[in-house]
């Protein structure tokens, strides 16, 4: 069984690269003991708990290896991790408030019940009992074997316990949500009673396609101060941005493909233009000199090769060439340089380990021994087959003696180490041999093999469409005149000079520290403009220029505000509330215009408005008015005396004015018991979101970072 997922493929160009992403803005706190009277190890509080750089580190790891698996970017994960790492504390702050540790045994008892273990068929016997014992005998060996793996392993179990005491919490608590008799009651005489309204809509789109209003700061202002648990900020910032992407012109296509032409069947300066692709004796060599990616010596798959060749790979004879073709922003040429079918193999083995080996771990025999007791069982089991379950006590891999040695169905891409995989493709079927590994002695017996599917080693000559250096210059001589043009005016001439221009433009108005990327950007520059904005010294109408590495893009960036901790800034929240706060002003005009024209009738109320009276049936606990969900409206209808006209309510669509004409009770199949069931379930189905939010929201929480980085950017300056 395998706790850490397998490494997933890379897309055909990237074949043969592996790239290691370190993060870099950590810097290394031994060189700072104190930062403004913090230290620089604690990166914040949640009700006074320390939230350590340690912690953090281990909970973006986890988030960075689950996203290396699901084949998502790595980077940009800071705040998600800062934000899982706030809710982990909490819970275990309620864990413990509760009277419940995280011992190890309380651990390794809950472990099955985690979303990591639930699913996995391969931690439960066929009765259903998790194997706790084979998990923790793994854990062991991965610790004498590989350390780095059980580091991880610590990492994800830390995440893992975070999950358990949520469980139990959320499971404590739920338990306590009831429904109680009169609330009942109250809710399905809610349900049962319906109101026959006639009323008059005013509808906010229709009223303002006629009335012009303009939404000021203050008007946001003022809804911001009215609703202020909505609208708690953290730090942010506003920021213009104008991209100036140095994209390959005609002339460098031209370039490349002439390039790769000439590569392809004319001849290379060095060999004094007498080798090409087409005639070289050495395919590996003249790819790995002369391509813009390294040589991929790799049997691959044909939906793994570039997609060009797919549909002619498999009628292609060995020494075959493809192109010039084009992908993306390459030129390509690819030569078939061999074929094989890929072999599905089931196979079992007898481990003998020795001492010192990885799987040695309280084995006390010498290699010498261990090959001896290995020639002996392989030589049994070669003449008599049926003799090998025998032997598989003695086998040192406890989890695949506990299958009867069985390794299941692999194929060459398993990953085996290789002298394993040399002898499952070099032997058939019922063949029994000793083969030696870093784990020690393997008795492998091939039991089946079937043909698997045809896969390819491929040469690809690549030549990436790159802008020139005159084309890098035009692209900087623009974003240059325009941060000039820009210098000390206002955001509204830098957005319309942008325009004018017909540049990419970009305006995150809520940029946090830890974001990652910016919206609408996404380069790796992207957290450096973050850390300029957020620096102490900027101040509103700061500009700065920056250059993308390896492609020569320009970006010029302007900050527009700053939101520090507290209410959000008006303009920040413009897109979001805009609509809001304009239908909130109709709805005053509207109601004022009403009182205004004294009207005592819903006909003079429609007449002055140009709509029409209509008539609805509505109910309290399901308020849907023609079609739109107005509880205000219901509530009005069950508040106003029978035949009196109502005040303007302000709705969510628009002003509603009504008389109610009667009440009537439709009561409905079901009784107390089974409602007050249902209403239990779904309070319950409710409860864990908004309790967490109720959490957070009441919660001491101290965020140090932003104060932190930036005294270690001035001091690395």
């Known amino acids: 069984m395998a706790i850490l997922g397998q490494i997933r493929s890379k897309p055909w160009l990237l074949m043969g690269v592996i790239a290691l992403a370190l993060l870099a803005f950590l810097v290394n706190p031994d060189s700072i003991d104190k930062v403004f009277g913090k230290n620089p190890d604690v990166l914040g509080k949640v009700n006074g708990e320390k939230v350590t750089r340690e912690e953090f580190n281990d909970q973006l790891f986890v988030l960075q290896q689950q996203a290396e698996q699901q084949g998502r ?43 990591m273990f639930a699913q996995q068929q391969q931690f439960f016997d066929e009765k259903g009992n998790f194997k706790t014992q084979e998990l923790k005998k793994e854990i062991e ?99 213009g941005i104008v991209y100036f992407p140095s994209t390959p012109s005609p002339a460098d296509d031209a370039a490349a493909q002439k390039e790769i032409d000439k590569l392809f069947s004319g001849g290379t300066d060095a060999s004094g233009g007498a080798e090409n692709f087409q005639n070289t004796k050495n395919d590996s060599m003249f790819v790995m000199a002369n391509s813009d990616m390294p040589f991929n010596n790799q049997y691959s798959k044909p939906n793994q090769l570039p997609q ?16 010039p073709y084009k992908e993306q922003n390459f030129y390509v040429v690819s030569k078939l340089l061999d074929k094989k079918t890929s072999d599905s193999t089931l196979s079992r083995h007898i481990l003998i380990a020795f001492k010192g ?20 069982i392989g030589a ?32 060459p891409e398993t990953p085996f180490v290789p002298e394993f995989l040399t002898y499952l493709a070099n032997n058939p079927k019922g063949a029994t041999g000793v083969v030696e590994t870093q784990f020690g002695y393997h008795i492998i017996n091939i039991e089946d093999k079937k043909a698997g599917s045809m896969s390819y080693k ?22 240059r005149r325009f941060i000039q043009q820009v210098q000390g005016k206002s955001f509204n001439d830098f957005v319309n000079i942008a325009k004018k221009g017909n540049y990419q433009f970009s305006n995150p108005k809520a940029a946090k520290r830890f974001d990652g990327q910016l919206q609408g950007l996404g380069t790796d ?61 109709a709805a005053k005009q509207i109601s004022d215009k009403i009182a205004g024209a004294k009207a005592s009738n819903l006909d003079q109320i429609a007449k002055l408005f140009a709509s029409t009276k209509q008539a609805a049936q509505v109910n309290m606990l ?46 409905q199949p079901g009784d107390l018991k089974q409602f007050t069931e249902s209403i239990t379930q779904r309070s319950a189905g409710m409860f864990g979101q908004a309790w967490m939010k109720s959490l957070q929201d009441n919660a001491d929480i101290e965020d140090y970072r932003i104060e932190i980085w930036n005294k270690i950017g001035n001091q690395q300056q």
């Open 380 to 411: 049994i089991v070669k003449a008599t087959p049926a003799k090998f379950t025998e032997f598989l006590k003695l086998s040192n891999d406890p989890s695949s003696a506990a299958q009867a040695g069985s390794l299941g169905w692999t194929t």
């Open 357 to 376: 080996s990885p799987a040695g771990e309280g084995v006390t025999r010498s290699k010498e021994q261990a090959k001896k007791l290995a020639d002996s």
């Open 458 to 479: 491929v040469a690809n000559l690549v030549k990436e469409v790159k802008p020139s250096d005159a084309t890098e210059a035009e692209s900087d001589k623009k974003a």
């Open 308 to 323: 060009n060749i797919q549909g002619q790979i498999a009628t292609a004879a060995i020494g075959q060439t493809f192109g």
């Open 141 to 239: 060996t991965l610790k004498s074997t590989n350390p780095e793996g059980y580091n991880q392993w610590l990492k994800t179990r830390k995440t893992v316990e975070y999950r358990l005491m949520a469980r139990q919490v959320f499971t404590n608590i739920s338990a306590g949500i009831t429904t109680g008799k009169k609330e009942a009651e109250e809710l399905m005489k809610q349900r049962d009673q319906l109101a026959d309204i006639d009323f008059v809509k005013i509808d906010y789109a229709a009223y303002l396609q006629k009335t012009k209003i303009n939404v000021t700061t203050a008007d946001l202002e003022n809804y911001i101060k009215q609703h202020p648990v909505m609208f708690k900020a953290e730090p942010s910032r506003n920021v």
């Open 73 to 115: 970017p790595k980077t940009g994960l800071e705040e998600q991790a800062w934000q899982l790492l706030v809710q982990s504390k909490l819970i275990k702050q309620q864990f413990e408030k509760l009277g419940f540790e995280m011992t190890d045994d309380y651990f390794w008892n809950q472990i099955q019940y985690d979303q």
């Open 622 to 667: 399901n308020p849907s008015v023609a079609g739109s969900m107005e509880p205000k409206v219901a509530g009005a209808a069950f508040g106003v005396a029978k035949g009196k006209l109502s005040n303007p309510i302000e709705g969510g669509t628009g002003v509603y004015v009504l008389i109610k004409k009667s009440e009537t009770v439709n009561k």
């Open 525 to 585: 520059k992207d957290g450096e403009i973050l850390a300029w904005a957020f620096d102490k010294k900027r101040t509103k109408g700061d500009t700065e220029f920056f250059t993308v590495e390896g492609t020569g893009d320009k970006i010029v960036v302007y900050l527009n505000g700053k939101q520090e901790a507290g209410l959000a800034d008006p303009e920040s929240v413009r897109d979001q509330i805009e609509v809001i706060v304009k239908n909130k002003l």
